[in-house]
């Protein structure tokens, strides 16, 4: 994504967003076909169609986003607080809640959504928001110029290890592993 972003490459780009789309869609398809609960039916496509959304409202809004494919040209006015944020977060929560339901019979419609209030959902949650400020540190460093060095930036401003993929892979890894 990152050379179709700087090279321009829009046949590329578009292949990664249709890539990216089918990816989810698959996901989703499958989610909903492998679940026994009705809460799957309607919960993980209204996921899926807010976080991809999300992306389309974080691109918009990107010193390099739209602007930066269509005129080359920065966006002159990038908005980094927009609704793409809180619609990723939306999404993800969505799409967990038709996962976590399970069948209970006849009891209820047939299908319930049990909630354990315990340190696991605590600390599966904090590592969930936790890829969030990494993922607004690693805008910041782009939108402000930071150089890419082959596995995140330089880190002039957040530094090299929350600049690079790693926190988000160790935060998504640690909240998905006390999720399953």
């Known amino acids: 994504m990152e050379k179709a972003v700087r090279k321009r490459d829009a046949a590329l780009k578009q292949k990664l967003g249709i ?5 989810w869609l698959l996901l989703t ?3 909903v076909l492998s ?17 991809i959304a999300s992306m389309k409202f974080l691109w918009k809004f990107r010193k390099t986003g739209d602007s930066w494919e269509q005129t080359g ?3 002159p006015n990038p908005i980094v607080y927009n609704m793409g944020r809180p619609l990723f ?4 929560f969505l799409y967990w809640i038709g ?11 047939g299908s319930a959504l049990p909630i354990y209030l315990n340190l696991r959902l ?13 993922v607004m540190f690693l805008d910041y460093a782009h939108d402000e110029g930071a150089e890419f060095t082959g596995f995140g930036t330089d880190g002039r401003f957040f530094g090299r290890f929350l600049e690079s993929p790693i926190p988000f892979v160790l935060a998504w890894t640690f909240s998905v592993s006390l999720v399953s």
């Open 19 to 23: 890539t990216f789309f089918g990816t």
């Open 29 to 31: 398809v499958s989610s």
């Open 35 to 51: 679940s026994a609960n009705s809460f799957a039916l309607f919960l993980n496509p209204a996921g899926m169609v807010c976080i």
């Open 73 to 75: 040209a920065p966006n």
């Open 89 to 92: 977060v939306l999404g993800w």
């Open 99 to 109: 996962m976590a339901a399970v069948d209970i019979g006849d009891k209820w419609d």
């Open 122 to 134: 605590a600390t599966a949650m904090t590592a969930g928001c936790g890829m969030i400020p990494v």
